[in-house]
């Protein structure tokens, strides 16, 4: 790209407060800005994923933002989940700590620490260790809950964490990787945050020769905004708005809304784009995909098998798994067909395989 080529914003739709941080999972504040924890979402639904072309962990964000106007100053993308943020009482430095279960067996994380005024950050902890609470204690001392590097150390001392003091002469100074824990005491407490209203996962964008965009995201199966960046007509949906098809007339629209990996069901509807009524196409108790041929013929197939649910979290089921897998280990390995889903036995009929064909829709 030359200078002569550079990309500028002509409009931001739907950006609300805080939206480069996605769901909001911790807060704190003090005199002049406001700092904000947050998730953008694992960037994967069951028809597609774009989870190789980003960080394994850049949904993980961190924002600065400037009290009077919520202008965005700072944006970090921690490698770990968010789990608490603390002003200094004095300084302009933000502490923040971040960390979660691998699913298997370690506790992992870290303790940054942000300046606001250069916008270096500093990671503390010599080893990776989940930091779920912070608070400062006066300008010298900030009390930690850090949990314990494994499992083994958790039935070792009857308890996933502790909680430690630390005292720097000068926070603003300290070295990265300098700090390491070791023992056991009594946590400090932590405050509740209160949920905030989310807009995140944009799946889908069409935009219209009048100058009107359609988009699909969480919780909204689609949205139409004008040219001059009104909001006209929104559809809800029961999850996560992820594919829409306009046909060639630009009258309608398909949409294929996904419950998420708990129901795992979608719902394919057709919306009318002058008004935004909806007109209910197929349910499914099954993941599904919208899809064309060359014509613009618009189908609905099943998705391929290769993306990954997420890992659980509990330990236990993770365990219980991991020796069922040994103990029953599979005979032969299932044979896939070229699209990404196993072969079934000749004869052998499954409504999740099927493709069904819409007719009347023809796409741009």
Not at 46 to 61: I, K, L, M, Q, Y
Not at 90 to 102: H, N, Q, R, T, W
Not at 315 to 327: G, I, M, T
Request: aromatic fraction near 6%.
């Amino acid at each position: 790209m030359t200078d002569s080529e550079v990309l500028t914003v002509q409009q931001v739709l739907g950006g609300g407060r805080f939206a480069e941080v996605g769901e909001v999972r911790v807060t704190d504040s003090r005199t002049g800005y406001v700092a904000v924890g947050g998730s953008l979402g694992r960037p994967v639904w069951a028809g597609h994923s774009v989870e190789g072309s980003s960080e394994p962990t850049a949904w993980n964000r961190v924002g600065v933002y400037r009290a009077d106007t919520f202008e965005c100053g700072h944006l970090l993308s921690p490698h770990w989940p968010v789990n608490a943020l603390a002003f200094h009482p004095e300084l302009p430095i933000l502490a923040i700590g971040s960390g979660s279960y691998d699913g298997g067996y370690f506790y992992e994380g870290e303790l940054t620490v942000l300046d606001l005024e250069s916008g270096r950050a500093t990671s503390l902890l010599k080893d990776r260790r989940e930091v779920t609470e912070l608070r400062w204690r006066d300008r010298h001392t900030l009390d930690a809950k850090i949990s314990v590097p494994t499992e083994d150390d958790e039935k070792e001392l009857g308890t996933s964490t502790m909680a430690v003091a630390i005292v720097l002469p000068d926070w603003r100074a300290v070295r990265a990787r300098s700090l390491r824990f070791d023992g056991i005491a009594v946590a400090p407490t932590a405050a509740p945050v209160a949920p905030e209203k989310t807009r995140r996962q944009i799946w889908a964008v069409a935009a219209l020769s009048d100058g009107q965009i359609l988009a699909s995201l969480e919780q909204v199966a689609a949205e139409c905004w004008s040219a001059t960046g009104e909001r006209e007509w929104s559809v809800p949906a029961s999850g996560v708005g992820c594919q829409l098809c306009v046909d060639f007339q630009e009258n309608t629209a398909v949409l294929n809304a996904w419950t998420g990996w708990t129901g795992s069901a979608s719902t394919v509807e057709r919306v009318r784009l002058t008004d935004g009524r909806v007109e209910p196409v197929r349910t499914f108790d099954h993941p599904a995909v919208l899809t064309a041929d060359e014509t613009g013929q618009l189908a609905i197939r099943p998705p391929s098998e290769r993306l990954d649910r997420p890992r659980h979290r509990d330990p236990r089921r993770s365990r219980a798994a991991a020796r069922q897998r040994l103990r029953n280990p599979p005979l032969l390995p299932r044979r896939r067909s070229p699209l990404g889903l196993p072969r079934r036995p000749p004869g052998h009929r499954d409504r999740h395989h099927r493709v069904h064909r819409l007719r009347g829709v023809q796409l741009r």
